[in-house]
């Protein structure tokens, strides 16, 4: 080998100095140089290490806090998970029993995501297998659409149109685990129905083929071939949408009743670990014991969403190996 | 409707095949991408329990001749086909083909392996399934058979439980030939069933095609001219969507009647 040849000399490189180019000659004040490498860096690994360290402080800050309601106020923790009454402002025997909401989050998320899924599922297959050009066009918007409304307007046409529909037919005040249910169902769909698509999108052409091939119609490819190799990102939205039911709250509030017991039946008011945060919240003092319980209820709200995303997770490595 | 109409004609044609050989008789078949002029005024038979080889260079109409003929261009967009293709006195591009029947009757195998992300067993018995038979004892023996006839029952007998995801390529695309065997075709068309394959896998693929052509028709695209050769009775060259010449393959590949095939065969152009 040839020594010269290797070494690249740029003879017209204004900044040459005799030294090669291919030499590393980094220094800290290229930091200023606009199109230096170690801007992007900082910039990059920057944003990465603020993203990771803001997780850390909210789950530090949530847990310190939310703990103070047992090490400070001496409450069991498991009357706190596993009581009935929840009566924090009572003068005399206060009781903190926290399992009516932790109950009603669980009953709203998994009716809501039973009420979005097949339809969220079914629009994403239109949109995708059945007509492309047109769900495109259309479907799409109005997903949207829907994924811009704010909640509250959600909890308006609840309370509005929901809420006076159940007390007319199936009874009761109207606000109820069901009402809630149906509110955020609608507000979960699109994020249920665009996962479900790109899901199904993803599925190989070449499966949809072989599956014609073999005689099948439309629907036995829909439903035999598509779906099940679509299976564990479908799960995976399903779960997402219900994460995000878990952690709604003011759309819930408006039409769930917000009782503090147990419900007995769906159509019964009903309150949620969100719910009961947001309308308790004002008036607590901070370091009140009322305001500590409040802090454990996020910590469990926040406890639980971590179980949902370990699921995704798990989900889709499955789902890999597969 | 339009299964009875099938079926009867099926075997009406059963019937008419003892005197002639042709099952699938092409004529005058024009087909069209949009305003693309794809495949232009084939006239060719394909005879019974024989291999028919169609070659030509990349772009000259053979894969969608093929994939015409069990009517999977109705698929894509913007295809049409004009003209004939007889099978039993029927023919299969008019609308009153039941397209699903069809392709029950006529089984294809594609270029890249497309076993389904399920077992093995699934795979096999999925397109029975299709067709509503649920008799467990029944489905295990379709399967079985198929797998032997594709020779690979030896390999995977242990295992059908598994993914078929976890076989070779070479595996995966005999796996494919079981799976469109399980309906008891007809004919057979493959796509390149072996350009995605190494040699090893790719001389089991010609194997076992000789063995099946005893009992199916085969109709099979192919870039490998040695690979026509080897195997095919018939061979038919296209080229620019013509159908340049069709003929015995000995007689084709040894004396050529045209200038063009000679060309081709001989490597100088495609």
């Not at chain 1, 039946?265 to 670990?273: F, Q, R, Y």
């Amino acid at each position: 080998m040839e020594n010269k040849s290797v070494v690249v000399q740029m003879p017209s490189s204004p900044n040459n100095e005799g030294r090669s180019l291919i030499q590393n000659n980094k220094k800290w004040t290229s930091i200023f140089n606009r199109n230096s490498e170690w801007r992007g860096k900082i910039w990059i690994y920057g944003s990465a290490i603020f993203v990771i360290l803001s997780v850390i402080a909210i789950t530090l800050f949530l847990t310190v806090q939310g703990l103070r309601s047992f090490v400070v106020d001496h409450i069991n923790v498991i009357d706190f998970i596993t009581g009935t009454e929840w009566y924090p402002d009572r003068a005399e025997n206060p009781s903190y029993g926290a399992l009516p909401f932790i109950f009603g989050s669980l009953m709203v998320t998994i009716l809501a995501a039973m009420l979005a899924a097949p339809f969220a599922i079914g629009s994403a297959l239109f949109m995708t297998e059945l007509a492309p050009k047109w769900g495109q066009k259309v479907l799409q918007p109005v997903i949207e659409i829907l994924v811009g409304i704010p909640s509250v307007v959600y909890g308006f046409i609840g309370l509005s149109v929901i809420v006076p529909f159940m007390r007319d037919h199936v009874g009761g005040s109207g606000f109820s685990l069901l009402s809630g249910a149906l509110v955020v169902g609608v507000m979960i769909l699109p994020t249920i129905t665009s996962i479900s698509a790109d899901a199904v999108r993803a599925v190989s052409n070449d499966l949809r083929s072989a599956s014609y091939a073999l005689g099948a119609t439309k629907w036995q490819t829909i439903y035999r071939v598509v779906l099940p190799a679509a299976k564990s990102t479908l799960i995976t939205a399903i779960v997402l949408g219900m994460a995000r039911a878990f952690g709604e709250a003011l759309a819930v509030q408006m039409v769930i009743g917000n009782a503090r017991n147990l419900p007995n039946a769906i159509s019964d008011p009903s309150a949620t670990l969100t719910t009961i945060i947001t309308l308790s919240m004002g008036h607590s003092t901070a370091g009140s014991v009322l305001n500590d319980v409040l802090w454990s209820l996020g910590l469990i709200l926040l406890i639980i969403s971590y179980g949902f995303i370990l699921l995704i997770r798990f989900i889709s490595r499955r789902g890999q190996v597969s | 409707m339009n299964q009875v109409y099938i079926k009867q004609n099926v075997e009406e044609s059963h019937q008419n095949m003892k005197k002639a050989s042709p099952v699938l008789e092409v004529k005058d078949l024009n087909i069209y991408y949009g305003d693309h002029h794809a495949v232009k005024h084939i006239n060719m038979p394909i005879e019974e329990k024989s291999i028919t080889a169609l070659i030509g260079p990349s772009g000259c109409g053979k894969s969608t001749f093929l994939r015409t003929i069990n009517r999977m261009n109705d698929l894509i967009h913007g295809a049409r086909s004009e003209g004939e293709i007889l099978y039993g006195g029927i023919n299969l591009l008019t609308s009153k083909v039941d397209v699903v029947q069809l392709r029950k009757e006529i089984g294809m195998v594609f270029q890249r392996p497309n076993p389904f992300p399920k077992s093995i067993y699934e795979n096999l018995v999925l397109s029975l399934k299709f067709s509503g038979i649920r008799d467990k004892k029944k489905l295990k023996d379709i399967a079985e058979d198929c797998l032997r006839k594709a020779a690979l029952w030896d390999e995977v007998k242990d295992r059908l439980d598994k993914s078929a995801l976890s076989l070779s390529g070479g595996q995966q695309q005999r796996l494919c030939i079981a799976r469109a065997l399980a309906l008891k075709p007809k004919v057979l068309l493959l796509d390149e069933p072996s350009s995605a394959l190494d040699p090893v896998s790719s001389s089991k693929i010609e194997e076992l095609l000789l063995k099946l052509k005893e009992e199916y028709t085969i109709v099979i695209v192919t870039h490998n001219m040695q690979q026509a050769a080897r195997i095919a009775d018939k061979t038919a060259f296209f080229y620019q969507g013509e159908l340049v010449e069709y003929g015995d393959t000995s007689q084709m590949f040894s004396h050529p009647a045209e200038k063009r095939t000679e060309d081709y065969i001989s490597g100088r152009f495609g």
